[in-house]
């Protein structure tokens, strides 16, 4: 069990490693608290290189009577690069996750905290995904 | 509300000489220990961080690659204030033998150490991470302070075990007293002590019995290893009372780290608690990663039905369009409106985020009004480098 983040996966691949060594066969792996994804990988590129134009998102926010100050503008542009930044690093971990050839189940980040609805939410999941 | 953490006047002043940083795992308790032991170090101190379990690459950056069990210099810090960082990574077995090897007689240690009772105890006795790592802190006290007019280190960081039971050190004088005047020690160890003959009956009848269930192997071992610790025990209680003494004194502050997510705070609430119940000198409290958003004045409800609305209008101008020949410029002008309606989306889940950690940081601080506390931004990436540390001493200063 693991999340996409750098330490976690590492103690992971130490583990399974660990695991292994003395003969004890591994199921699968589950990766918890996945962030919904919100922007198309195209955006996340264009974010992370800082090419979305700023001239257009102040135009559309004016469309919808938002005062587009370069606060405002800037503000979504930096929240984007940050968050494209977060995904790459998501991507490199769950790249080292799938190297470990494991089936892979994957659950979503419950942002109300963990009661007993969040638990169905998980079990659902595991399930659709077809873990037995 | 409480005051505000100031960590520069901590961090710089000359009495204070050990930082400790307690909290759950997976808060940021190495991250944090690490940044204050640099900025303390670029300010000018001379500084050791003891670090328990760090990040691999958090680990590589201070020059740490094998567990070694003794300070290294942390190389491409800035000196010019004069300042110096030495840094090392916890060792907890190499820390129990050299415990073992300052209490007992050369040839005792050598029995304790090959036995392989203790082999198991040492390296996976639940809580001797805890004892180890004060135990070490307790044997830097000892080094920093050897030249007393030229201190070796101004100040030790540092970061605890990341564990429930982290506290578990304040125990220690304790625990260790319970464990080796318990019943069933005392069981074990008996054949080796008591000479009279109507307890070895009753005795023996134990040992064998015990023999049965446990192995003789195991259980003479277990024996020997007893009879053996018996001998250092005085030792170990001395130094045991010597590190509770060393952390309960002003030269010490306590810093207690949480993240804004229930549990982390639940926790953090408890070890405030249970410091201040011991009366240690707590400074105050981290609440580290709070989340921010960068477009403050746009709260996350408007940002969901401005999105609604770009993509009202965008639908409006398709339906419009549709058999026109602008295609061109009218897919032009949904492309980028998609794109701000993404920002959007994506600025409400964040701002949604962002308050969330607000309150359970507010309501955490306003828990305990004693307490100075200071806010650390969430870092987009993981902090893995000296730059990385830099700015989160910088953001734990308040800067």
């Known amino acids: 069990m693991t999340l996409l983040e750098e330490m976690p996966v590492q103690e992971t691949v130490d583990t399974i490693a660990d695991l292994r060594a003395v003969g004890i066969p591994i199921g699968g792996v589950i990766v918890n608290q996945l962030r919904e994804e919100i922007l198309t990988l195209d955006v996340l590129e264009a974010a992370s290189r800082a090419a979305i134009s700023r001239e257009d998102v102040a135009t559309d926010l004016s469309r919808v009577h938002l005062r587009a100050t370069d606060a405002l503008v800037d ?58 | 509300m409480g005051s505000v953490l100031d960590i520069d006047a901590l961090i710089g002043d000359p009495q204070t000489r050990i930082i400790v940083c307690c909290g759950a795992g997976g808060v940021g308790k190495t991250t944090t220990a690490a940044a204050l032991g640099l900025r303390a170090a670029e300010s000018g101190r001379r500084v050791v961080v003891l ?25 491409d810090i800035n000196s010019t ?31 304790i150490l090959a036995n392989p009772f203790y082999q198991a105890v040492s390296s996976s006795f639940a809580g001797t991470q805890e004892y180890m790592a004060m135990e070490k802190l307790g044997q830097l006290r000892l080094e920093a302070d050897h030249d007393p007019d030229n201190p070796r280190w101004e100040l030790i960081v540092v970061d605890t075990p990341p564990s429930r039971s982290a506290l578990d050190f304040l125990d220690a004088p304790k625990r260790l007293g319970s464990f080796l005047d318990g019943r069933f020690i005392r069981l074990l160890a008996a054949p080796a002590k008591v000479g009279g003959r109507v307890f070895s009956t009753g005795v023996n009848i134990v040992t064998t019995t015990l023999t049965k269930v446990l192995g003789s192997q195991m259980l003479s071992d277990v024996q020997t290893f007893v009879a053996a610790l018996d001998t250092m025990f005085g030792g170990f209680r001395m130094r045991a009372d010597h590190t509770y003494a060393l952390l309960s004194d002003r030269a010490t502050a306590f810093i207690v780290v949480a993240a804004p997510e229930r549990d982390a705070l639940r926790e953090a609430s408890f070890f405030v608690d249970r410091l201040n119940e011991e009366e240690m000198p707590l400074a105050g409290l981290v609440v580290n990663r709070v989340y921010r958003v960068s477009a ?60 969330r950690h607000q309150a359970l940081a507010k309501r955490f601080i306003a828990g305990h009004p004693d307490m100075p506390a200071v806010e650390v931004p969430a870092a987009s990436g993981d902090i893995h480098d000296l730059v990385g540390l830099r700015a989160v001493g910088d953001a734990l200063a308040g800067h």
Do not use: W
């Open chain 1, 75 to 132: 503000g979504l542009l930096a929240e984007a690069r940050d968050h494209a930044e977060r995904i790459a690093l998501e991507h490199d971990e769950a790249k080292i996750i799938a190297g470990l050839c494991r089936p892979t189940y994957r659950l979503p980040s419950l942002s109300e905290g963990v009661d007993v609805n969040g638990i169905h939410v998980m079990a659902e999941a595991l399930v659709a995904q077809g873990m037995a």
């Open chain 2, 296 to 355: 403050s004045g746009l709260s996350a409800a408007r940002a969901v039905s401005a999105a609604e609305q770009l993509g009202d209008l965008e639908d409006t101008k398709t339906s419009s369009s549709s058999g026109g020949s602008s295609d061109v410029d009218s897919s032009g002008v949904s492309e980028h409106a998609a794109i701000t309606q993404g920002l959007l989306r994506l600025h409400a889940v964040q701002a949604e985020i962002a308050a």
């Open chain 2, 81 to 111: 204030q004069g300042g110096s960082l030495d840094a090392m990574m916890l060792d907890m077995k190499r820390t129990f033998d050299e415990v073992v090897q300052a209490h007992a007689t050369p040839d005792k240690a050598e029995q």
């Open chain 2, 51 to 75: 670090t328990i379990d760090p990040a691999r690459r958090l680990a590589q950056s201070l020059g740490l690659t094998t567990l070694n069990n003794t300070p290294r210099a942390v190389e």
